[in-house]
Structure formats: structure tokens, C-alpha cells
């Protein structure tokens, strides 16, 4: 008996890790994504988003909710069945819709937003996805942007009114995507720049620093470029503060020197000089070469001119002769 009891709590103790797992992976799978019916709106329009759930268990998710969220340049959001609930079988989809208005803010900031996380009363498999979130776009206004390019030694660098700034950086503001470009300023000697007209939402602002220094833009300061938000109010405080650093001047490639000149465009660096005594074959009769086998050439001329002379003279008795 006690052998008996012994191996039946073996099997017990075997089978908790396995039961704990099946306990463990009983869990609705909830996925949720969400679309708005429009690219854009006008302000206080109303909008509708539609929200689609999943779920992609085996397992029934009970009672589906909206549990939380948050929102921006929206009024009246009506989140209908996202509200109240409802059930979803393992593998089913549903549609519904939820509404509300565009408003100031979202006008003077270029857009408003809807986010909010849905859950069931029977738990949740993977949390990663069931939360959603839509961009409702309300372009209309237009405002100023201006910033600070400051010397900074890292890209977290602080910007105060004692810090000194750098000039000369060209500042060219896009679209995010930076397929449409709005406008471009530079900085003055104290690295203050002004973007003037650009619409109210996120511009993509681009820093092209002179020699000798070095943009450090970006969330970790590794890029030339950065998002900014532009709001349309009264305001005209600076708003993009942007470190830059000093770094070392690439010297310029080195010139020939004057002693050195540099070949005509029609000779060639393959071809071997020309010796003293020689002269290219297809240039014709070359200009007489000096030296001393030129006099060598002279003098024997001169002996064959005289041979030749008095080889005429006796020719001439010899005729007269005859003659005689």
C-alpha cells in the first residue's frame, strides 16, 4: 500500500507542471487595429473609427471591453460596444465603430488622436496588441518655428541665454516623410533661426553645419536632422534647441609645385622622353643636333666638296687637251 501511494503521487507531481501549462495557455488572444473613415478633417467635424477585434485563441474571450485610453483635440468620443462588451468566440472577428469631434487644439496642433487598450474578463494571452491607436489629421493653420543651433560637447547638452551659438547653419524644414519642403533659414551669430509660415503638425528640420563643426540632432545626437511639432498660438519663443560641436578641419589636397610642372593635355605619361640624338619618326626631318659628331659630319663634307673640285679640274685639262 504504501508503494502504491508512493507512485500515486509521483504521477500527481508529474502531471502539476502540465496542468499548470494548460491552466497557463487557457487564455483569450485579443488583437485589435483601428482606421478612421477620412485622411483628413476640418475642425470640430465629426469622425468615425472603425475598430476591428480578433481573437486568435482557442480559447472564448469573455466579455470584451474598453478598459483605458487617452485622447487629444477630440470632444465626445462614443466608444458604443467598446463600452458595454461583448463576447468573442476563439478564432472570431468583430467590427464596431466608436465617434467624436475634432476640435481647437487638434486644429492648432494639426491633428488629434484616439488611443485605448480593450481586455476580457477571462484574461489576456498576449498584451502587446490589444492596444490601439488612430491619427486624425486637421490641417488649416500655420505658424512660425524658430530654435537654437548652441555649442554643446554632447548631444544632451543644455542650452541657456549665456550659451553661445553657431552661426552660419543652413536649417531646411520638410514634410516628416521629407518629400515636400516648406521653407530653410540660417542661423545668426547667436544660432538663432526662424521658419516662417509652416503648417501646424510635425516638420522634419535638417541641419547643415559649416566647416569645423558638427550637428548633434536626433534622440542620441546621431543625426543631422530632427521632428519638431509647430502649434499655431501666440507664442514666439524659440521651441528646437539643437547642440553642435567643434571638430577638426580636413586640410586641403596638396598642389603641384612650381618646380613641377604638370604635362600638356596632349602628351602622354606612357610615352618615354626623347633622347638628345633622336626624333620621332613621323614629325619629318628633325632640326640639326649639336655636338661632336655633328663637327665630324662637317669635315667630311668639306674633304668630299674638295675631292669632288679637283676631280673637275683634271677633268677639265684632260677635255682642253684633247681639244689642243
Known amino acids: 500500500?504504501?508503494?502504491?501511494?508512493?507512485?500515486?503521487?509521483?504521477?500527481?507531481?508529474a502531471a502539476l507542471p502540465a496542468t499548470a501549462a494548460l491552466a497557463a495557455a487557457a487564455k483569450p488572444d485579443i488583437?485589435?487595429?483601428?482606421?478612421?473613415?477620412k485622411a483628413s478633417y476640418a475642425e470640430g467635424e465629426t469622425f468615425t473609427?472603425?475598430?476591428?477585434?480578433?481573437?486568435?485563441?482557442?480559447?472564448?474571450?469573455?466579455?470584451?471591453?474598453?478598459?483605458?485610453?487617452?485622447?487629444?483635440?477630440?470632444?465626445?468620443?462614443?466608444?458604443?460596444?467598446?463600452?458595454?462588451?461583448?463576447?468573442?468566440?476563439?478564432?472570431?472577428?468583430?467590427t464596431v465603430k466608436l465617434t467624436g469631434k475634432t476640435n481647437r487644439v487638434a486644429w492648432q496642433v494639426g491633428r488629434g488622436y484616439v488611443a485605448f487598450e480593450l481586455r476580457a474578463d477571462n484574461g489576456e494571452a498576449n498584451a502587446a496588441d490589444n492596444?490601439?491607436?488612430?491619427?486624425?489629421?486637421?490641417?488649416?493653420?500655420?505658424?512660425?518655428?524658430?530654435?537654437?543651433?548652441?555649442?554643446g560637447e554632447s548631444y544632451d547638452?543644455?542650452?541657456?541665454?549665456?550659451?553661445?551659438?553657431?552661426?552660419?547653419?543652413?536649417?531646411?524644414?520638410?514634410?516628416?516623410?521629407?518629400?515636400?519642403?516648406?521653407?530653410?533659414a540660417v542661423t545668426d551669430a547667436k544660432g538663432l533661426f526662424r521658419l516662417a509660415h509652416l503648417p501646424a503638425g510635425d516638420v522634419l528640420l535638417t541641419f547643415a553645419a559649416p566647416a569645423g563643426w558638427k550637428v548633434m540632432a536626433g534622440e542620441n545626437g546621431e543625426y543631422d536632422h530632427t521632428l519638431a511639432q509647430?502649434?499655431?498660438?501666440?507664442?514666439?519663443?524659440?521651441?528646437?534647441?539643437?547642440?553642435?560641436?567643434k571638430v577638426p578641419v580636413s586640410s586641403p589636397s596638396a598642389s603641384p609645385s612650381p618646380s613641377s610642372?604638370?604635362?600638356?593635355?596632349?602628351?602622354?605619361?606612357?610615352?618615354?622622353?626623347?633622347?638628345?640624338?633622336?626624333?620621332?619618326?613621323?614629325?619629318?626631318?628633325?632640326?640639326?643636333?649639336t655636338g661632336d659628331k655633328t663637327m665630324l659630319l662637317v669635315g667630311a663634307a668639306a674633304v668630299a666638296l674638295a675631292v669632288g673640285i679637283a676631280l673637275m679640274l683634271v677633268a677639265r685639262r684632260r677635255r682642253v687637251r684633247l681639244q689642243a
Open 1 to 13: 500500500m504504501r508503494k502504491l501511494a508512493a507512485a500515486l503521487v509521483g504521477v500527481l507531481v
Open 31 to 37: 488583437a485589435v487595429t483601428s482606421a478612421a473613415d
Open 157 to 184: 547638452a543644455e542650452w541657456t541665454p549665456q550659451t553661445a551659438g553657431v552661426p552660419g547653419v543652413k536649417v531646411v524644414a520638410t514634410t516628416a516623410d521629407g518629400k515636400t519642403r516648406y521653407a530653410e
Open 261 to 289: 610642372p604638370s604635362p600638356s593635355p596632349s602628351s602622354s605619361s606612357s610615352s618615354p622622353p626623347l633622347s638628345p640624338s633622336s626624333s620621332p619618326t613621323s614629325a619629318g626631318p628633325g632640326l640639326p643636333v
Open 230 to 245: 509647430v502649434t499655431a498660438d501666440d507664442s514666439d519663443e524659440p521651441r528646437v534647441f539643437v547642440p553642435a560641436k
Open 131 to 151: 492596444i490601439t491607436s488612430v491619427r486624425l489629421l486637421v490641417p488649416g493653420a500655420f505658424d512660425d518655428l524658430g530654435g537654437y543651433v548652441f555649442q
Open 49 to 94: 473609427i472603425t475598430v476591428t477585434v480578433k481573437n486568435k485563441s482557442s480559447v472564448d474571450a469573455k466579455h470584451v471591453h474598453y478598459t483605458g485610453g487617452d485622447s487629444e483635440g477630440v470632444d465626445d468620443v462614443a466608444y458604443g460596444e467598446l463600452s458595454s462588451g461583448f463576447d468573442l468566440a476563439a478564432g472570431a472577428t468583430k
